[in-house]
């Protein structure tokens, strides 16, 4: 069982560079969300999906977009990467709100 | 606004049973009690969660105040591989979870 599978593991970017963010789930939950989790700190919501085709902000948002063409996949894209984006992102998904959530391994970026 | 209040940090031996604090006295009618836990260097790892009644699952137990203001989760038997961050989290709806800093629960053998 795969589950949510974050690619990569470690990227280094410079400053002003853009990446994307690869997730994808096999176990065709409808939900998705994207976090971002600072050293000694609680994950906080970028983004987040009910279902293909629907995106919406979480508090985090600001420069950072998502696209969910598919149930599967809900890859998170980083435009003109800043030293503030450096952080541990991590990639979820769940059937329902208010239900079991599934976390992916995370994805380590350090933009310098 | 992480909406729920636990303690920094809290230490146990092994194979003792252990409880988890969490206040949410502000918590609403319809929303869930989550507990998820982060071991190192990886996601976080559901536990439990529940709404009024106590729930226990192959993990834990989680007992719910009458009242919804607080909340217990119980490892029945800790072993160092319980050793993480746990983190208690109110509601759970569309815009998904919001988590505070958590509770680094040490294990000592």
């Known amino acids: 069982n795969a589950g949510v599978t974050q690619t990569p593991k470690f990227r280094i970017l410079k400053i002003g560079q853009s990446m994307t963010l690869q997730c994808t789930q096999d176990m065709n939950h409808n939900y998705m969300y994207w976090y971002r989790q600072d050293p000694g700190m609680g994950l906080k919501l970028i983004y987040y999906s009910v279902g293909a085709g629907i995106t919406d902000k979480g508090e985090v948002p600001n420069g950072y977009n998502v696209s969910r063409s598919t149930t599967e996949d809900f890859p998170l894209r980083l435009e003109l990467a800043a030293p503030s984006q450096t952080s541990v992102y991590f990639c979820?998904?769940?059937?329902?709100?208010?239900?079991?959530?599934?976390f992916g391994q995370g994805t380590r970026l350090t933009v310098v | 606004d992480a909406k729920t209040t636990q303690p920094n940090s809290m230490e146990s031996n092994e194979e003792e049973p252990v409880h988890l604090p969490c206040n949410h006295s502000t918590i609403s009618g319809t929303d869930y009690i989550h507990w998820y836990r982060q071991l190192p260097s990886q996601g976080p790892e559901y536990v439990i969660h529940g709404l009024t009644s106590n729930v226990n699952n192959r993990m834990a137990s989680l007992a719910i105040a009458e009242d919804r203001k607080s909340s217990t989760l119980i490892l029945h038997r800790a072993t160092l591989r319980d050793a993480a961050v746990y983190y208690c989290i109110r509601g759970g709806g569309a815009d998904g979870l919001t988590f505070g800093k958590g509770t680094h629960l040490i294990i000592q053998p």
């Open positions: 979820a998904s769940s059937w329902f709100m208010n239900t079991e959530a599934f």
